[in-house]
């Protein structure tokens, strides 16, 4: 089996490729990874990948943020360092709780944003100062690249991507 | 048959509410001691607070200002809901003509029924024409308390030094003149671009005819803000004359622009039930609930940035009108933040939920009552103080209302053709599709 062996197939329209990657789909072959310069809406449901938790991941960072927010305004402002807020020397949360909601949003959106962000960067295996994997330059510009395995099939692959438009159809070893 | 019933019945409560309305200080005097008697809490808290004044002078004034409470119920309930489907009607048109000046594709199928749904601005300018020339030439009723007699006259006992110092802006023919002006513009700019979108089916001008509209929009739309948020001082704010917010007009219009787009959102998902809208399918319903959705967190924004620099600054002067409010009617008060903001984020929030329909109804249903809480709360403290309730006078001008917007709308819908034919834009509009969520009965593989 040549199991290190991919199929580049490269398009330069993301409406070509939807329909490709729905016509190889329905061969029932695998894609492996599809490389595109901007996100194609639909994509990810046309080349069956679950869908995505990072909503899930999202509220519940929202709800540590709004925790934090909470505890830190409470012991900030109530409990070290009692403040008289609004001329209301009440030192209660609970009754200071409308000068607080805006760190309690503030500090929701901060750390549901930069928590997706880094668990998005995660899942994907990517950090800063990485070598690019995108394995044709042209993907960052105006062109499309669907990656296959080949099992053996090379023929029968070329022949069937041929038919969905592709520009260009390169067989290469992946390292 | 359903909207002339609900006209019948709305008229029948609203005027068994004002037969019913005390006519004399007597008598008003005679009802509040009736409920007292009755072992009414709120009733009896009035007759000791009645029997502790000190002088008698007092007390007349006292008796007098419950008279005029009480006077003013019927009309405070009609005024509520006037003014609620008023601004709706008023809103939808607003937004309408956004549609226009943004050129936006995605709407254009739902065109008709937003314009089907301004017709109903031109009963409610009328009734409301009515109410602002009897508050104010007639003197029926007292809902403007800064109209009463000598507020102006240094020399009378009801002079007012707060209010004369804005009679630049609040004083009689001013504010009768502005409020005519303001339905004047609204219904000339609906007559204008209702006539010229059915021009526009036909035009086949080159569309000379959609851009001649799109301007009308651009100028109706600076006409509108500036008019809307006069509108909500005159109007809403001036019942409690001493007090103001720098953005009470905004808070207006983000109530009643939730509320427009969930009327929109009904109507249309009714009307699509009923095949008459063949074009809209399930994305344009997703749309409208993102607004809703949206607009809902919009309101709220506002809401607290009102409440909370208010609370924050604690001026006494500015913070009465939060302390009646959660005095006298705490459960409303509250209630309308829940079912304003939190119901709406935790049904609206899923994707897939906002291109349900019933879901988008359930969810519409809670926010029009609640932006309805909404104006109950700022319009019932300044005319009927704690006397309210929520009875026959307020359940028939809402039935009311609705059987006068369900004539009007949907007989002003069976009058044009529900798809507007002469809009460039209708194409991107029938074709719109969100890419996340499918459609009802359609291939899944149907993308784009």
């Known amino acids: ?175 | 048959m359903l909207s002339l019933a609900l006209i019948i019945i709305g008229a029948l409560g609203i005027g068994f509410s004002f037969f019913s309305a005390p006519k004399t200080i007597e008598e008003s005097k005679e009802m509040i001691a009736d409920q007292a008697s009755h072992g009414d809490s709120h009733g009896s808290e009035h007759a000791t607070g009645a029997a502790n004044s000190h002088d008698s002078q007092h007390d007349a004034k006292h008796d007098e200002h419950v008279f005029h409470q009480m006077q003013n119920k019927p009309w405070s309930a009609l005024y509520v809901s006037l003014i609620f489907f008023l601004g709706i009607s008023l809103l939808v048109l607003a937004f309408y003509a956004s549609q226009r000046v943004a050129q936006s594709g995605w709407s254009v199928v739902l065109f008709r029924v937003m314009e089907a749904i301004t017709a109903n601005l031109i009963p409610t300018s009328i009734i409301m024409l009515l109410v602002i020339l009897s508050a104010s030439v007639l003197h029926w009723n007292h809902l403007f308390s800064w109209m009463a007699e000598g507020t102006f006259d240094p020399s009378s006992e009801n002079y007012d030094a707060i209010v004369d110092g804005k009679s630049w802006w609040m004083n009689v023919p001013g504010w009768t003149i502005r409020g005519i002006v303001y339905l004047l513009l609204w219904n000339t700019y609906r007559w204008f671009i209702r006539k010229n979108s059915i021009a526009e089916d036909t035009a086949n001008d080159y569309n000379k005819t959609y851009k001649k509209n799109y301007h009308a929009s651009v100028i109706f739309l600076v006409v509108f803000m500036l008019t809307e948020s006069m509108m909500s001082w005159d109007w809403i704010m001036g019942l409690d004359p001493h007090w103001f917010s720098t953005l009470f007009g905004w808070y207006v219009l983000a109530s009643l622009l939730v509320s427009a787009l969930t009327v929109i959102a009904f109507v249309t998902i009714y009307l699509r039930s009923k095949g008459a809208l063949p074009s809209v399918n399930d994305s344009h319903i997703h749309d409208l609930a993102k607004f809703m959705f949206g607009f809902s967190v919009f309101w709220t924004y506002l809401w607290f940035s009102q409440f909370m620099l208010i609370w924050y600054a604690d001026i006494p002067e500015e913070t009465t009108y939060f302390v009646a409010r959660f005095n006298e009617y705490k459960m409303p008060f509250l209630a309308m933040v829940v079912m304003n903001f939190v119901f709406p984020i935790l049904l609206l929030i899923n994707s897939d939920f906002k291109s349900k329909p019933w879901f988008v109804i359930i969810g519409g249903i809670v926010i029009l009552a609640g932006h309805y809480v909404d104006f109950f709360v700022m319009i019932m403290p300044g005319t009927v103080g704690s006397l309210w309730s929520f009875g026959i006078a307020e359940l028939s001008s809402i039935l009311f209302f609705i059987g006068i917007f369900i004539f009007a709308v949907f007989s002003s819908f069976a009058k044009a053709n529900p798809i507007p034919t002469g809009n460039p834009f209708l194409k991107e509009s029938e074709n719109f599709h969100y890419f996340n969520i499918e459609h009802e009965g359609e291939e899944s593989t149907d993308h784009h």
């Open chain 1, 1 to 175: 089996m040549g199991s290190s062996k991919v199929i580049h197939a490269f398009y330069n329209d993301d409406e070509v490729l939807l329909d490709a990657v729905k016509t190889v789909k329905a061969a029932h072959h695998h894609i492996e990874e599809v490389f595109c310069p901007f996100p194609v809406h639909g994509l990810d449901k046309a080349m069956g990948l679950a869908p995505t938790r990072i909503a899930i991941t999202a509220f519940m960072y929202g709800i540590t943020g709004l925790s934090v927010a909470i505890w830190m305004t409470n012991y900030m402002m109530i409990q070290d360092w009692p403040q008289d807020i609004g001329g209301k020397p009440s030192f209660s949360w609970l009754e200071n709780m409308p000068a607080f909601v805006p760190i309690m949003f503030e500090l929701t959106v901060f750390f549901a944003a930069h928590l997706m962000v880094i668990t998005f960067y995660m899942r994907s295996k990517i950090w800063p100062f990485k070598k690019a994997e995108n394995p044709d330059p042209r993907t960052t510009d105006d062109h499309f690249l669907m990656e296959i395995h080949v099992h053996n099939n090379e023929e029968e692959l070329t022949a069937l991507l041929a038919k969905t438009g592709a520009v260009e159809i390169n067989v290469v070893e992946k390292h």
